[in-house]
C-alpha cells in the first residue's frame, strides 16, 4: 500500500509563486519517476514535471523555465515550485509516482489533486 500526500496548493496573483509538496509513505522502492500533472476543466491530465531515476528531468514547453521539480530521496518526498504563474496555469495537480516491479510492469499511485486557482 502507498500513499501520496499533496500540499501547498491555493490562490495566487498572476506573475505569483507557489511551491507544492507530495509525501509518499508505504511500500516504497525501485522508483522510477516521480511527478506532477494537471488537470484544468475541459482539458486531459497533461504531464507538469518529472524527475527520473539519476535525476534526468522532463518538463511541459509550458511551464519549462518557470517551474523546477525537486525530489529529496531520504523523505520519500517530491516538490513543485510553480514561479510566473499565469492563470492558464489554474487546474488541480496531482501528484504521480511510477514504481518498478519484479513482474514486469511499472505500478503508478497517484494523490488526491490540489487546487492551484491563478486568478487576480
Known amino acids: 500500500q502507498v500513499q501520496l500526500v499533496e500540499s501547498g496548493g491555493g490562490l495566487v496573483q498572476p506573475g505569483g509563486s507557489l511551491r507544492l509538496s507530495c509525501a509518499a509513505s508505504?511500500?516504497?522502492?525501485?522508483?522510477?519517476?516521480m511527478g506532477w500533472y494537471r488537470q484544468a476543466p475541459g482539458r486531459q491530465r497533461e504531464l507538469v514535471a518529472r524527475?527520473?531515476?539519476?535525476?534526468?528531468?522532463n518538463y511541459a514547453d509550458s511551464v519549462k523555465g518557470r517551474f523546477t521539480i525537486s525530489r529529496d530521496n531520504a523523505k520519500n518526498t517530491v516538490a513543485l515550485q510553480m514561479n510566473s504563474l499565469k492563470p492558464e496555469d489554474t487546474a488541480v495537480y496531482y501528484c504521480?509516482?511510477?514504481?518498478?516491479?519484479?513482474?514486469?510492469?511499472?505500478?503508478?499511485?497517484w494523490g488526491q489533486g490540489t487546487q492551484v486557482t491563478v486568478s487576480s
Open positions: 508505504g511500500s516504497i522502492f525501485s522508483i522510477n519517476a
Open positions: 524527475i527520473r531515476r539519476g535525476g534526468g528531468t
Open positions: 504521480n509516482l511510477v514504481l518498478g516491479s519484479a513482474y514486469g510492469t511499472d505500478d503508478n499511485y
